[in-house]
């Protein structure tokens, strides 16, 4: 499956925005998908999953309560919906998809088998 992530930008500290993940093919329920973001200087970090039927979601500590993370198969499309942006989200965004093997450490970048390319987030203060 090929991924492509959309929808970064500046926003101001206190924004919102949301990004997409399309996925190409006719298998893209068959995927876990997560989000994962990497700020210059920093390592890989997982920001949120959900399951392949969209029931089953799971968020980092520290977007939880701001951050959504959705689907719709239909659309061969994951959103993620970030609300009370701050500085510190300021990153690369990725949108991953593996097997359900990836509910083992859904924080694990090595879990999931697919990456799309990036969207850039900025956050200013």
């Known amino acids: 499956v090929q991924l492509q992530a959309s929808g970064g930008g500046l926003v101001q500290a206190g924004g919102s925005l949301s990004l997409s993940c399309v996925a190409s093919?006719?298998?893209?329920?068959?995927?876990?998908l997560g989000w994962f973001r990497q700020a210059p200087g920093k390592e890989r970090e997982f920001v949120a999953v959900?399951?392949?039927?969209?029931?089953?979601?799971y968020y980092s500590d520290s977007v939880k309560g701001r951050f959504t993370i959705s689907r719709d198969n239909a659309k061969n499309t994951a959103y993620l919906m970030m609300n009370n942006l701050k500085p510190e989200d300021t990153a690369v965004y990725y949108c991953?998809?593996?097997?359900?093997?990836?509910?083992?450490?859904?924080?694990?970048?090595?879990?999931?088998?697919?990456w799309g390319q990036g969207t850039l987030v900025t956050v200013s203060s």
């Open positions: 959900i399951s392949r039927s969209g029931g089953g979601k």
């Open positions: 991953g998809a593996g097997e359900d093997t990836v509910w083992y450490d859904p924080a694990l970048s090595s879990k999931y088998n697919y």
């Open positions: 093919g006719r298998t893209f329920n068959r995927y876990v």
